[in-house]
């Protein structure tokens, strides 16, 4: 199996499988031989992976692109519902907030800005009501705290108990509705 080492001061032997190859990574110390061993016995974990990431980029290879129409209908209805569920949960994290704007982007669920301006992006329309409620909590909480920290994550979990659920509903089916946006680009393959 052909696999690329990247050699570091780290101490223990890791392995990642990406779009473009196999990545050991490994202390200065360890000799080829082994790092050989490690890979062969993670063979299986290994074509698993690999496997699985082909069926992802079959997957958004095959997505239906959203037409223009399609887009402004998903942004019509955003800007019904998502300052609806901002005004709901403003109160609840403790916030104010500024002006909300609606984008159809190819990158981001959500952002806050320093002065409290909100975007949301459309495609939220076609997740589930928890997922837009927990972005919408996600973006409040950085009124409070403009980073990832744990005090961040301490606020959004108060408000939101089951964010965690949700936010990995959409890293797992984020990345396909992104592509019905983006057809074609298909940069957001990975971890
Ligand atoms: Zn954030």
Redesign the pocket.
Known sequence: MEYKVIRSKRKTLSLEVKPEGVIVRAPFFVPKWQIDRFVKEREPWIRNSQNKLEQKKRALQQVEPLSEEDIKKLAKQAKKVIPERVKYYAPIVGVSYGRITIRSQKSRWGS?SAKGNLNFNCLLMLTPDEVIDSVVV??LC?RLQMN?SAKFYREVYRVYPEYDLWNKWLKKNGPILMARMAKGKLDSLGG
């Open positions: 806050c996600h973006e950085h990832h």
